[in-house]
T-cell receptor, first 115, second 113 residues
Framework: DARVTQTPRHKVTEMGQEVTMRCQPI?????VFWYRQTMMQGLELLAY????????DSGMPKDRFSAEMPDATLATLKIQPSEPRDSAVYFC?????????????FGDGTRLSIL | GQQLNQNPQSMFIQEGEDVSMNCTSS?????WLWYKQDPGEGPVLLIA?????ELTSNGRLTAQFGITRKDSFLNISASIPSDVGIYFC?????????????FGKGTKLSVKP
């Protein structure tokens, strides 16, 4: 089965450091989503791309977070500078098409700890 | 904004028992999805629903898209220990940014052998 691949699976770093998370969507999928999962907030959408163009990043703190898709096989989420409150599991998901009827397929996440 | 209320938050049941959980939204949805998340992994899609009243099964799992378009239900029959995990509902409404899913907070299921 094709799967979304995320790297790294775990990241521990000190406050103030830059963090880069990578995602390889399922081949052929044209929509990519970044989510953050915490115990308190559950799954929160951070950013959403279709055909590599950012469509919605309203859920993302703009001052420190940035999301890009350099090509169709790679999506990145960067945090600079990182803060302890950024500690969470970050999921990438990909899907086909738009609107109704297209489920999202999730990677296994990057577990981020900021000390 | 759109909100999803998922119930119950957690369940502790005996192996063999049936399980029911539900999600309600503050607005009409055109898609309901049910996911399961195991520890250390990402959510995995279980069932997708696209029409009001639709009833879909996946093995021992059955989900329904409510007639009002504001709710969905997931039932698990004859639970087994590997059903343990967190079950999430997700829905997509009309309008707003297309493609966005709204997720419930999850139902944590524990099964006692």
């Amino acid at each position: 089965d094709a799967r979304v691949t995320q790297t790294p699976r775990h990241k521990v770093t000190e406050m103030g450091q830059e963090v880069t998370m990578r995602c390889q969507p399922i081949l052929g999928h044209n929509t990519v989503f970044w989510y953050r999962q915490t115990m308190m907030q559950g799954l929160e959408l951070l950013a959403y791309f279709r055909n590599r163009a950012p469509l919605d990043d309203s859920g993302m703190p703009k001052d420190r977070f940035s999301a890009e898709m350099p090509d169709a096989t790679l999506a990145t989420l960067k945090i600079q500078p990182s803060e302890p409150r950024d500690s969470a599991v970050y999921f990438c998901a990909s899907g086909l098409g738009q609107g109704k009827g297209q489920p999202q397929h999730f990677g296994d996440g990057t577990r981020l700890s900021i000390l | 904004g759109q909100q999803l209320n998922q119930n119950p938050q957690s369940m502790f049941i005996q192996e063999g028992e049936d399980v029911s959980m539900n999600c309600t939204s503050s607005s009409i949805f055109n898609t309901w999805l049910w996911y399961k998340q195991d520890p250390g992994e990402g959510p995995v899609l279980l069932i997708a629903l696209y029409k009001a009243g639709e009833l879909t099964s996946n093995g021992r799992l059955t989900a329904q898209f409510g007639i009002t378009r504001k709710d969905s239900f997931l039932n698990i029959s004859a639970s087994i220990p590997s059903d343990v995990g967190i079950y999430f509902c997700a829905g997509r409404g009309y309008g707003g940014s297309q493609g966005n899913l709204i997720f419930g907070k999850g139902t944590k299921l524990s099964v006692k052998p």
